[in-house]
């Protein structure tokens, strides 16, 4: 069974452009997950979906945003990227209907975005 | 103060060496997680933990819910065990808080 895959694996933007990211979870996974790190706040969370609905978000500013398809795959895009989002972002699919029936989360290698 | 705080921040030990990384959080939570994340990002789900006791090979995790406290046990610490160890609880608004990571360096 293919695990989680990340696309684009490395992507380097300026300030205010605008970035999609591309997650494709694990075959029969409904629930994605998406998290933000950087070294100065290890892992946060972002949001998390299942069955095309936002299930749960975190405390992130309106210029992050995601959407899930109907097969599963789920992109995040932010808008007016600022130097601060540099960071490996990284999704991860469950069959866990949420975050608190975290059963098991299998995460994808990251998309490391650099802003310059 | 974090949620959610893991002691030590780094940990250098032996090859062979019976080694401790410790979570402390401060809120209610539905489970308690531990990952392995190693160097290029990827992560590793190694236990999920509600209550008692776990364990995997070397690997033993430990919860007690009424000091809020969980410990990650390695038996005999091999070099491949060289990663950092984050823990992560979800709590009861389905919010997921992690530790800033204990980062474990096992030399040969």
Redesign the interface.
């Known amino acids: 069974k293919a695990g989680v895959t990340q696309t684009p694996r490395y992507l380097i933007k300026t300030r205010g452009q605008q970035v999609t990211l591309s997650c494709s979870p694990i075959s029969g996974h409904r629930s994605v997950?998406w998290y933000q790190?950087t070294p100065g706040q290890?892992?946060?969370?972002l949001f998390?979906y299942f069955s095309e609905t936002q299930?749960?978000k975190?405390n992130f500013p309106g210029r992050f945003s995601g959407r899930q398809f109907s097969n599963s795959r789920s992109e995040m895009n932010v808008s007016t990227l600022e130097l601060g989002d540099s960071a490996?972002y990284?999704c991860?699919s469950s069959t866990a209907l949420?975050?608190?029936e975290?059963?098991?989360?299998?995460?994808g290698?990251?998309t490391?975005l650099t802003v310059l | 103060k974090n949620e959610v705080e893991q002691s030590p921040q780094n940990l250098t030990a032996q090859e062979g060496e019976f080694i401790t990384i410790n979570c402390s959080y401060s809120v209610g939570i539905s489970a308690l997680h531990w990952l392995q994340q190693h160097p290029g990002g990827g992560i590793v789900s190694l236990f999920m933990l509600s209550s008692g006791k776990k364990k995997h090979g070397r690997l033993i995790a430990t919860i007690n819910i009424q000091e809020k406290h969980s410990s990650l046990h390695i038996t005999a610490s091999h070099p491949r065990d060289s990663a950092v160890y984050i823990c992560a609880v979800g709590n009861r608004d389905d919010k997921i808080i992690f530790g800033k990571g204990t980062r474990l360096h096992i030399l040969p």
């Open positions: 997950s790190q290890g892992l946060q969370f998390e299930r749960n975190g490996l990284l991860a949420r975050a608190r975290f059963n098991e989360q299998f995460f290698p990251g490391r």
